[in-house]
């Protein structure tokens, strides 16, 4: 994850500055050690090899799959780039508003088209097995050839693409009236993000996290076109409790603190004074900057001049937090930042062994404690972090607790429409559907408690507090213009029998 959300720290080249004075310390190397020593024991890998991946046979990787899968999708956009401005989830069109002509067409490519077949075929197969992108020799020799933690993990986004076309599989079968064959799409989409549980990366399980958003919301719509079997209701709860059961977050975080953070931290220790000054590499970002703004409209000489500004900014950062330390290497400063990085980590990490609710209140605490400790302590973990970002680990808890959220809330609604099947109406308290339908109910991740339910003309609302902790009347946040303001995480049934 911070790979791809976070500024890198680019080293830099000579600085002949060293500080007129030092001070007496607890020595660097014994505190570093002594710190990767506490991660160790409390079971958080710190080398790819205590890592412990085990390696999947070929024909059992499911990432060999999706990558024929993604090669067959970049066949097909080539060929109806036209027709796919109109897909549903993917196109620029909301799907209402298609015109009937476009929608016959895109309609017959998805459900019609050989290739849509196989291709929908395969992600099924996919979605049944376990993934690995990286081996451990794929992972070790990153970490050789680019040692300042910068891993790319190219072919995870394109989950995203994969999710969205089962999303609008699942659309049209559903306004086809084939409500079955549409929650089978569902069924997929929530196994993608299990087949990826095996990456053991941030990346991975922040990925995983949007495959289950965008398959429960999926549902959602699904579900106000019609009935459907109450088996493939049960196959959905299952899924969805395998993921509601998943620790994403602490699943995640070995991975990063292996392949990201501690080669980064090792990368900035060879620099040695090397790392006050702007250098090669920062030329070479700049580079890269202005040929992503090559081809775009207007006039961007600022943009990037503001970018080059920030870099050089940040090597004086560095050297004044350096010299105000006061210790006697540039070495024993990383050294330094490293045991103080570790030590948030460490905490972090046991947090993740609490429930999300439990957490939050302590993750906040931390960030606070990164984002306000002095320069000469923590500069490297800002940088890591994104001092910009406030609430760098409260946002990972926070991503998880609204992911399960809105997976609780799918599961109480299917397990509501499996009672309406037995009993011709739906509940008028959440606790009749344990343990008859469920053995029991999920919990709000952020609060712990019950969610909200209420009846609701003929069908029904439940949904959780989400961030603000407070009921705000079950207004989603699509309702309320996004994430900023305040919103429940909400499912709502309109009570739907017939697709006709």
């Not at 090669?71 to 508003?97: C, M, N, T, V």
């Not at 991975?204 to 493939?232: N, P, W, Y």
């Not at 870099?311 to 950062?317: D, G, M, P, V, Y």
């Not at 990164?370 to 302590?377: L, M, T």
Request: proline share 4%; aromatic share 10%; hydrophobic share 40%.
């Amino acid at each position: 994850m911070k790979k791809f959300f976070f500024p890198l720290l680019f080293v830099v080249l000579l600085f002949g500055c060293i500080p007129q004075k030092t001070v007496e310390k607890q020595p660097a190397v014994s505190s570093l050690e002594a710190e990767l020593q506490k991660l160790r024991e409390a079971g958080i890998p710190t080398t790819v090899e205590e890592l412990n991946l085990q390696e999947i046979p070929d024909q059992e990787n499911g990432s060999l799959v999706f990558r024929e899968v993604f090669k067959i999708i970049d066949g097909l956009y080539q060929q109806h780039k036209e027709e796919w401005e109109y897909f549903p989830a993917e196109g620029s069109i909301r799907w209402e508003e298609v015109p009937e002509a476009k929608k016959k067409q895109v309609m017959d490519l998805i459900l019609h088209n050989p290739e849509f077949i196989r291709m929908y075929q395969l992600l099924d197969e996919a979605s049944l097995m376990k993934s690995r992108s990286l081996t451990r020799d794929d992972l070790q020799k990153w970490i050789s050839e680019f040692p300042d933690g910068t891993l790319s993990f190219s072919l995870l986004p394109k989950m995203r693409r994969c999710a969205r076309l089962l999303c609008a599989k699942a659309t049209i079968e559903s306004d086809c009236g084939s409500i079955d064959n549409a929650l089978n799409a569902c069924i997929t989409g929530l196994r993608l993000g299990k087949s990826i549980s095996d990456e053991p990366f941030l990346i991975s399980q922040m990925v995983r996290m949007a495959l289950d958003a965008i398959a429960t919301a999926s549902l959602e719509k699904i579900i106000q076109k019609g009935e459907g079997d109450s088996k493939l209701y049960q196959a959905l709860i299952d899924e969805i409790k395998t993921e509601i059961s998943a620790s994403m977050i602490k699943h995640g975080m070995p991975g990063d603190l292996i392949i990201n953070d501690l080669p980064r931290f090792s990368y900035w220790r060879k620099q040695g004074e090397e790392m006050f000054i702007f250098n090669e590499d920062d030329r070479k970002t700049l580079e890269t900057i202005k040929e992503h703004f090559k081809d775009m409209p207007g006039d961007n000489t600022q943009r990037i001049a503001v970018t080059e500004k920030r870099l050089q900014e940040k090597r004086t950062a560095l050297k004044e937090a350096y010299l105000k330390s006061g210790y006697e290497t540039p070495q024993v400063f990383v050294d330094m930042q490293e045991v103080f990085y570790l030590d948030k980590i460490l905490t972090v990490f046991n947090l993740t062994r609490s429930p999300l609710w439990e957490a939050r209140k302590e993750t906040q605490k931390i960030d606070d404690e990164i984002r306000k400790a002095p320069k000469e302590e923590a500069i490297l973990s800002h940088e890591i972090l994104l001092p910009e970002n406030t609430s760098m680990f409260t946002g990972w808890f926070k991503q998880e607790a609204r992911t399960k959220a809105c997976l609780g809330a799918a599961e109480i609604g299917l397990a509501n429409r499996i009672y309406r099947q037995k009993h011709g109406k739906f509940v008028s308290s959440l606790r009749q559907l344990t343990p008859e339908i469920i053995p029991a109910l999920p919990l709000d991740p952020f609060t712990g408690k019950n969610y909200i339910y209420r009846k609701k003309d003929k069908g029904f609302i439940v949904y959780s507090v989400a961030d603000n902790l407070k009921d705000d009347g079950g207004f989603s946040q699509n309702e309320k213009n996004g994430w900023q303001d305040d919103f429940d995480i909400v499912w709502e049934d309109n009570g739907a029998i017939s697709a006709r």
